[in-house]
């Protein structure tokens, strides 16, 4: 058996689980990039982390694709709009990983951990 040692930049499943989670219940919208007709999916978000979000749906993606969320946080009023690449998907479940946030949403999404963290 291999020894868990991992290259320099690999991501393990354990690194990528630095960040706590927190449960989240909200309406969540997801887009694909490039297509011609623009669908959108609705969904329901399980958790957030600073890092990404889980939710559930019935219809999925293959991971690596990349897509727009928009989902609503209770720290702003507007509904949240960020990218993200699809990590993981176990049944209707799908892992979401946030790619190039700005200073902005950056703020909002650790506002949005924090302000959970209290809750639970």
Same mark, same amino acid.
């Not at 399980?46 to 989902?71: M, P, Q, R, Y």
């Given at each position: 058996?291999?020894?868990?040692?991992?290259?320099?930049?690999?991501?393990?499943?354990?690194?990528?689980?630095?960040?706590?989670?927190?449960?989240?219940?909200?309406?969540?919208?997801?887009?694909?990039?490039?297509?011609?007709?623009?669908?959108?999916?609705?969904?329901?978000?399980?958790?957030?982390?600073?890092?990404?979000?889980?939710? +559930?749906? /019935?219809?999925?993606?293959?991971?690596?694709?990349?897509?727009?969320?928009?989902?609503?946080?209770? $720290?702003?009023? %507007? !509904? +949240?709009? /960020?990218?993200?690449?699809?990590?993981?998907?176990?049944?209707?479940?799908?892992?979401?990983?946030? $790619?190039?946030? %700005? !200073?902005?949403?950056?703020?909002?999404?650790?506002?949005?951990?924090?302000?959970?963290?209290?809750?639970?």
């Amino acid at each position: 058996m291999a020894p868990m040692n991992y290259p320099e930049g690999h991501q393990s499943s354990i690194e990528a689980r630095r960040f706590p989670r927190y449960e989240i219940d909200a309406e969540i919208h997801v887009a694909m990039f490039g297509r011609a007709k623009q669908e959108v999916m609705r969904g329901r978000a399980l958790n957030i982390s600073e890092t990404g979000v889980a939710g +559930l749906f /019935v219809t999925g993606w293959d991971a690596g694709t990349t897509v727009n969320l928009k989902f609503s946080v209770p $720290v702003v009023s %507007n !509904p +949240l709009s /960020v990218d993200a690449v699809v990590r993981s998907r176990s049944d209707y479940r799908y892992g979401f990983e946030f $790619v190039e946030l %700005n !200073p902005v949403q950056r703020e909002i999404i650790g506002k949005t951990c924090r302000t959970l963290a209290l809750l639970q």
